[in-house]
């Protein structure tokens, strides 16, 4: 069971709070499009810290009779919403830079400009690498967008400094627009990849193949001396994987000494691959109906005479 993790969604609200003032007080000392850009995706990362926060909340509810799997696919909701704003977020900076571009104006106090500027990465960079680097450690989606929103304001802002100083040092004032342009071209880019990994996520995908080829191994340690299995599956939701896997065993074992085994696989499983729930179906070696299960749909399943079966695989496999 992973801690609760909205203290970090929290820290993200404060840090947007506190950033999105830094900013927008460096565009009106500056004039400067690139900075207005960079306090507009300020905002953003509020709604999104917002998003967050409910997000997580949701994820935290134990499974009731409405939801007996959890509530872990909220995250990917919440990434999808984020990536949305992003997307949003990119396209108004490009219209106030085009706009920008078509009618240039000279920046002012561009030292303190720059000045705030900074300080507001330092915060992001902060923050951003410790949603991250939790994110990673507690498998949370979104925790670690969020983070990574905020490593890609960092850069944004590093960008920003760059144009706006180029601009004071050479008098081009459009080469401030210019990289608006280009800031809201990589946002909007981010908000892209971003919605694509939550659609991927809430097609429900298989695990990792270096935790199947885990399960497998596990699956394989005990299923020896004729003992088989087959049809294993997996999805990940969230930070949360489901195993299902059927168990073969001989016909005259009793009841006992097949959930026996059942237990200690899924307790094996459980205890390499975290936070997993596992469920076992043990059969019958000898029924050749154990053999017909191989399909997610049944009905796709025809029957095949036990003479077909060729049961020498020693690596769970079957062929026929």
Not at 230 to 243: E, M, P, W, Y
Request: glycine share 10%; proline share 4%.
């Amino acid at each position: 069971m992973r801690p609760s993790l909205t203290k970090y969604a929290w820290l993200s609200i404060g840090a947007a709070t506190l950033t999105i003032g830094i900013k927008f007080v460096a565009y009106l000392a500056t004039g400067s499009v690139g900075l207005l850009s960079d306090a507009m995706e300020g905002i953003i990362n509020f709604a999104a810290a917002l998003v967050v926060l409910i997000a997580l909340k949701i994820v935290e509810r134990p499974p009731d009779e409405g939801h007996q799997y959890g509530h872990d696919k909220a995250e990917y909701f919440s990434s999808g919403i984020e990536g949305a704003l992003i997307i949003i977020a990119a396209l108004a900076i490009l219209f106030t830079a085009i706009q920008r571009l078509l009618n240039p104006q000279p920046l002012e106090q561009i030292g303190l400009g720059l000045f705030l500027a900074l300080i507001a990465s330092g915060i992001n960079l902060f923050v951003g690498q410790l949603l991250i680097r939790t994110g990673k450690h507690y498998e949370s989606i979104t925790l670690e967008a969020d983070g990574r929103h905020l490593m890609s304001d960092v850069w944004t802002s590093v960008g920003v400094v760059l144009g706006v100083t180029v601009a004071g040092l050479t008098g081009l004032a459009w080469m401030d627009p210019i990289i608006a342009i280009l800031v809201g071209v990589k946002i909007g880019w981010e908000g892209v990849q971003l919605s694509r990994r939550t659609v991927h996520g809430l097609m429900d995908p298989a695990i990792s193949s270096e935790e199947r080829g885990l399960v497998e191994f596990i699956l394989n340690e005990h299923c020896q001396g004729g003992l088989k299995w087959h049809a294993l599956r997996t999805r990940q939701s969230g930070s949360r994987r489901f195993i299902s896997v059927h168990i073969l065993v001989p016909g005259q074992w009793t009841n006992q000494e097949a959930h026996d085994l059942a237990e200690h696989v899924e307790s094996d499983i459980r205890g390499e691959i975290p936070l997993c729930s596992v469920f076992t179906h043990v059969e019958p070696l000898e029924d050749p109906r154990a053999f017909e299960d191989h399909s997610l749909n049944q009905s796709d399943v025809r029957f095949v005479p036990e003479s077909q079966f060729d049961l020498s695989s020693t690596n769970g496999s079957f062929q026929f």
